[in-house]
């Protein structure tokens, strides 16, 4: 019944808002563009990249009204948002170009309002701004805690940890785990004691040897600024039967936390970023788990399905303006497309939209455009054919980060390799689904996998004039994913 | 899954300073690892940066508005003519019954007849004018969509292009193919490409057949016929028929209208080619009329009047063909030149499907 009334009234508050936002919107015509991805995807180099291109008119020939010459400027604003800290740009774009690094890891959210200038097709002046949400992609994985009560995670939790290669990595939390009695008193030792051994079992998981993906709570991973607090300090229990738990039991004291965590933490962040969404491009980074092995593509896409369980696409009309917003164009992007020959990007696309296959249906059936695509938001690598023997192995060059391992070789961050990363397969459904499984990094050692996408370092960049701005960022198809997303929007 | 790991190959890495990697000058694709021999025994070939595509087209502006002024006198004229013509008939019909009862009724059953005649006339010029509109929007749009390789519009294109040539019995096994395939994911361009390969393929063996041998008969008839007269009609006739089946075979249907249309696309496609066309095959055109001059002048006359048809003839496809030449190879005036002027050989297997 509460949740019920709690349900009702955030539709309620959501639809205010959106007649509020739609009045300004008429003046100003304004697109949020969701960025989304799990962490390690590439949310903050797409973003960066974006405005970069637009603010300095890179070379996107395929996104018409920059490549027509109709944008006059691009210009930063000024965010709507007073409360949330702004898109550090400039130093992500001094970080690439000065010290060939990738952006490191985004621990919160941030927001950034680019307004651009431009010419309609009639003729008429016009500006367009574009409201872009960075954040911890960590954090997405709570959005599917929403639907769920304390007894349902608590069981998906188990199950996921007793499956392979999960279980071997939560061996301690299991057997701490084995001498809780949920009914007991509250104790807020052990609930320390478990939300810690918890907490180590999804850093393990993360590792790159495994990077499965379906870890919630993400705060636990990235927990921010309230780490320590009560809401934060709970795990996952074996529960027996349904019977409501007993006051003031170890049970109990979970089943709170568990819910002031979803009040406190997820439904804010729901409403902030995601339920006002107009555009969303969705960046998977595939690469990672083909890596790892079948497990963590199973995985991710077991949480790409969750996740995206929680948008809402849909046709835009009037009523959906002013009742309840709704998303009317995703895209689906395999990121970093540099890191794989040309060859094989339909391939790579190919897996990537069997493993969003149910989600694609899902927003198909509700009106929206959807498209997938693998791309680049800055380009790497080069493409080159090796000979060997006979052989010719369509492949990269590039000078892999440093750290980075392939057979028995680890690289300094200062070789620059040609590499192949193995045939990706025509099929996509046999990468998971076949009588017998590719070898990942998970399976066994390194020189046996299948596959291996070793992490690249941005390539050297050389300004041709003064400062980073005449910097051009390569790129792979960015201009295809930004016709798709805003080209209708300038028309 | 066996068929994956019997292909599959192993990842690899190759150091760039390792002694044995030898690291070849860039070059095209085709080519690379012609250096194997050169020294050590793994050839890196960079490939050369890749040219950026076109860029996309802007959607054409919506132009200024004009009154127009132009329209609005011809529509005024031609309602009056409307009117006058409508009197007219009317006044007759009246007349005719003034006479006799019958007199009035039979005419009066002609003059529905003549109108509900005129009506699906005009009705059919409609569609075949529609027909026509349809193959320059899709030609212009394929054009745009293999330089932009945009996914969505190719697969737009791919659907509306099957749906233009549902009539054509011969393509009913590539259609079905190809409508498996749109859903897939292919690049833009690509797509297209398959679309022209398993559509415009067997469509445009057929109509280079049919300018062959429209080129023969024309050659054949001019060096044969008694008076200049009558192998100018002839050609003219002959030209008109041409590009009316070449229509017919891309799946356009024009009526009168439509033809005369088509035909000012074919005429002003020939003056923007010919300059060009002049380039390839001017120096072979004079050549093979001077050798056939040399033996007779009403032969030479004839090879040249079977090349311009020839030539009109390659014209009318690519203004009736949907899709723009991308991955076919264009027909050339040499390939039919060939036929035309070795003849018919003892050899020749197929001239009666060539007199069709």
Known sequence: MLTRIQAIAEEARLAARAILEFGSHLLHPTVRLGVTGLSGAGKTVFITALVHDLMHGARLPLFEPLASGRIARARLEPQPDDAVPRFEYERHVDALVKNRAWPESTRRVSELRLVVEYQSLSGADRTLTLDIVDYPGEWLLDLPLLAMSYREWSAQALKLSYEEPRRRLASRWHAHLAALDPEAGEDEQAALTAAKLFTDYLRACRDARYALSLLPPGRFLMPGERAGAPAFTFAPLALGGAEPPAKGSLRAMMERRFEAYKGFVVRPFFHEHFARLDRQVVLVDALAALNAGPAAVKDLEATLAAILGCFRPGRWTLGSALMRPRIDRILFAATKADHLHHSSHDRLERILAGMTEQAIGHAKFSGARIDVAALAAVRATREATVARGRERLPSIIGVPAAGEAAGTEVFDGSTEIAAFPGDLPEDSGALVAGAEPFRGLSAGPAREADYRFLRFRPPPLEPTGTGTGSVTLPHIRLDRALQFLLGDRFI | ?356
């Open chain 2, 1 to 356: 899954m066996t068929n994956m790991t019997s292909r599959h190959r192993k990842p690899a890495a190759f150091r760039l300073d390792d002694p044995d990697v030898v690291l070849a000058p860039a070059q095209a694709e085709g080519r690379a690892g012609a250096g194997a021999a050169a020294g050590g025994s793994i050839v890196v070939t960079p490939a050369p940066e890749p040219a950026l595509p076109a860029a996309a087209p802007a959607p054409p502006a919506p132009s200024r508005r004009r009154f127009p002024f132009g329209t609005l006198f011809w529509s005024a004229l031609g309602g009056l003519i409307v009117l006058g013509l409508g009197l007219l008939g009317t006044q007759l019909v009246e007349g005719l019954f003034a006479r006799a009862e019958w007199l009035g009724i039979l005419g009066a059953a002609c003059g529905t007849l003549t109108l509900a005649a005129l009506l699906a006339i005009l009705a059919r010029e409609v569609f075949g004018l529609a027909r026509l509109k349809n193959i320059e929007k899709l030609q212009v749009r394929a054009q745009a969509a293999l330089a932009t390789d945009d996914r969505q519009e190719a697969r737009a294109i791919v659907r509306d292009l099957i749906a233009f040539e549902r009539s054509e019995p011969r393509l009913a096994r590539a259609r079905a193919m190809l409508a498996s395939h749109v859903e897939e994911i292919i690049d833009g361009a690509d797509l297209i490409r398959l679309a022209e390969r398993e559509l415009m393929g067997p469509l445009d063996e057929e109509a280079r057949r049919s300018v062959a041998a429209a080129a023969k008969r024309v050659s054949v008839v001019t060096a044969i016929s008694p008076r200049a007269l009558v192998d100018m009609l002839f050609v003219l006739v002959n030209a008109i028929l041409l590009v009316r089946r070449l229509a017919d075979l891309y799946g356009g249907r024009p009526g009168l209208l439509g033809l005369i249309r088509l035909f000012r696309h074919v005429v002003a496609h020939l003056a923007l080619t010919g300059g060009m066309a002049a380039g390839d095959s001017l120096i072979q055109q004079m050549l093979g009329h001077g050798i056939a001059a040399k033996l007779s002048a009403r032969l030479g006359e004839g090879v040249l009047n079977g090349l311009l048809t020839a030539r009109l003839g390659l014209a009318a496809i690519e203004v009736a063909r949907p899709l723009p030449f991308a991955a076919l190879p264009r027909p050339l005036l040499g390939d039919l030149a060939a036929d035309l002027i070795a003849r018919r050989k003892p050899d020749d297997g197929v001239p009666a499907s060539e007199q069709s």
